[in-house]
C-alpha cells in the first residue's frame, strides 16, 4: 500500500494555537507552486520479503550457528500457510463486497455494500486449521517397513536394483545397511554436504553383493550403491540350504569374525548387519563373534571375505587326502561319511605333527574368546562334595556308551582285553 504525503512547505508563520483550537480562521491564500505530491512506499520487514523466505528465517538455522548447538528444535517447526481457509472479501468485519463476496446483482436487485451479521466461529475455525498445520508428525511405518531403529533408513528395504539393458533382477531385494552425511571442505566451494549410502542385495538362493554410493541427495545415493551391489554379485554355497560348510575365522583391518556353523532351526545369532546379508544370501542358522573395531564396513568386507574363502567338504578332503567323517547329536553320534577323497593316505603317511582336528584346521588353530566361567554357589558347599560322590558312578553314563560305540563298535571297558570272557552283552 502506498500513501501520498502532502509536503507544505512555507507554513511555518502559523501560530501553533491555531492548529489545536478548532477555531475558524479566515483561510490564507497558499501559493500553488510551493506545494508538490511526492508517493511514499511503506516499506517494513514483513511486506519486503515472500512468505517462503520470511518462513525460511524462522525454520531454518545458519551454519555458524549449528555448530555452536543452535537450533536444534528449529527442525519442527512446521510451515503454515496463512492462506489456508481465508476467502476473498471476507475479513474480520463481515461485509458484503458487491463484486467481491457476492454478485452485483442479484434478481432484478442491485446489492450495495453492507456489514452482515458477526461469524464468531469463523476464526475459530481458523485457529483450529492452522494449528493442525503446525503438530510435527513422525513417518509411521508398519512393522515390516521399520529398519534397525524406527524410521530411520539403515535395516529398511529399498526394492531390487534397477534392470540393465533386457536383464532384470526378479527375486532380489536390497537392505540399507549405513546411510551416513558427509562434510568436505573445498577451496572453492567451501563445506559441502555428501551422502554416502553402503547396501547389500541377494535373491535369498546363494546369490549376493554390496555396493557403496556417494551423491548430494540421499537418495541418490541409495539409488547409486543399490545398482553397484546388483553389478557385483558373488556366488555362495550353503550346506544343507541353512548354513554354512564350517567355522572359520575371517578379518579385515582391526575387525575379527569368528562365524561357527549351527544345526536347522537355530537361527541367526550374529551381528545385525551380518543378519542383513544372511538373509540376502539365504543362510538361515549360524553363530557370528565380532571383536575388535566395530567398524560397519569393516564387518561387512570381513564378512564376505570369510564367505569367499569358505572350502566345501570335498574340496577339505581333497587338502587332507583323508574322509571326512560327520557326527551328530540327532544320529546318536552315528558316523557318517561326507567327502572322500581321490587318494586316501595311510596311516603311516600322516606325520605325528599334523593338525588333524576338523575345527582347528579351519579355523586357522585361532580360538574364541570365552569368558570364564565362575563356579555355582552350591558347588563351595561341603554337601555339593558328598553328592558327586554319590553319584560318581552313574558320573557321563550315557556319554561314555555313545564315546565307546564310536570307537570300538560295542560296549567294553580297559579289562575287556586283558579278560575277553568278561565281555558284557549290549542291551
Known amino acids: 500500500m502506498a500513501s501520498k ?12 494555537s491555531l492548529l489545536v483550537k478548532q477555531i475558524p480562521i479566515q483561510p490564507v491564500p497558499y501559493n ?32 555458524a550457528g549449528a555448530k555452536k548447538g543452535r537450533g536444534k528444535g528449529a527442525g519442527r517447526i512446521r510451515i503454515r500457510d496463512l492462506n489456508r481457509g481465508q476467502i476473498i472479501g471476507v475479513g474480520k468485519i463481515n461485509m458484503l463486497w458487491p463484486g467481491l463476496s457476492a454478485p452485483v446483482i442479484r434478481g432484478r436487485e442491485l446489492l450495495k455494500q453492507q456489514r452482515l451479521p458477526d461469524d464468531p466461529e469463523r476464526i475459530e475455525k481458523l485457529i483450529k486449521l492452522r494449528d493442525s498445520m503446525t503438530k510435527f508428525r513422525r513417518l509411521k511405518l ?36 549405513q546411510l551416513r552425511s558427509l562434510l568436505i571442505m573445498k577451496g572453492s566451494l567451501g563445506r559441502t554436504r555428501n551422502y554416502q549410502a ?25 539409488r547409486k550403491a543399490k545398482n553397484r551391489a546388483g553389478q557385483k554379485l558373488m556366488h555362495f554355497e550353503i550346506y544343507n540350504g541353512n548354513t554354512v560348510f564350517h567355522d572359520f575365522y575371517t578379518a ?27 538373509r540376502a544370501i539365504g543362510i538361515k542358522d549360524l553363530r557370528a563373534k565380532v571383536e575388535g573395531s566395530n567398524n560397519l564396513q569393516h564387518i561387512v568386507k570381513a564378512f564376505f571375505i570369510g564367505l569367499l574363502q569358505q572350502r566345501t567338504h570335498q574340496q577339505l578332503a581333497e587338502e587332507k587326502k583323508l574322509h571326512l567323517v560327520e557326527y551328530r547329536a540327532e544320529n546318536e553320534r552315528y558316523p ?47 554337601h555339593y562334595d558328598i553328592y558327586l560322590k554319590k553319584y560318581e558312578r552313574y558320573r557321563n553314563h550315557e556319554k561314555i556308551r555313545l564315546n565307546l560305540k564310536m570307537e570300538y563298535g560295542e560296549i567294553k571297558s580297559f579289562l575287556t582285553d586283558k579278560y575277553p570272557e568278561e565281555k558284557t552283552q549290549d542291551a
Not at 5 to 16: E, M
Not at 160 to 171: A, I, K, M
Open 336 to 382: 557318517k561319511v561326507v567327502a572322500s577323497p581321490s587318494e586316501v593316505r595311510t596311516k603311516e603317511q600322516i606325520p605325528q605333527t599334523e593338525t588333524l582336528d576338523f575345527n582347528q584346521y579351519v579355523m586357522n588353530d585361532k580360538v574364541i574368546l570365552r569368558k570364564k566361567k565362575f563356579p555355582r554357589f552350591y558347588e563351595t558347599m561341603p
Open 32 to 63: 500553488l507552486k510551493l506545494l508538490s505530491t511526492t508517493p511514499v512506499v511503506s516499506v517494513n520487514f514483513f511486506n519486503k520479503l515472500p512468505a517462503d523466505k520470511l518462513w525460511k528465517s524462522v525454520t531454518s538455522v545458519s551454519n
Open 252 to 278: 579385515f583391518g582391526r575387525t575379527k569374525i569368528f562365524v561357527q556353523m549351527k544345526n536347522e532351526g537355530y537361527g541367526l545369532n550374529c551381528h545385525r548387519a551380518i543378519r542383513e546379508i544372511c
Open 142 to 177: 508398519s512393522p515390516i517397513e521399520r529398519g534397525w531403529s524406527g524410521s530411520r533408513m539403515p535395516g529398511r528395504s529399498i526394492g531390487p536394483p534397477d534392470p540393465v539393458g533386457e536383464d532384470e533382477f526378479t527375486g532380489f531385494d536390497t537392505k540399507v545397511l
Open 198 to 222: 553402503m547396501v547389500v542385495t541377494g535373491n535369498g538362493q546363494g546369490l549376493a553383493g554390496f555396493g557403496f554410493g556417494r551423491a548430494k541427495e540421499a537418495p541418490a545415493a541409495l
Open 5 to 16: 504525503l502532502l509536503a507544505i512547505r512555507n507554513i511555518g508563520y502559523k501560530p501553533l
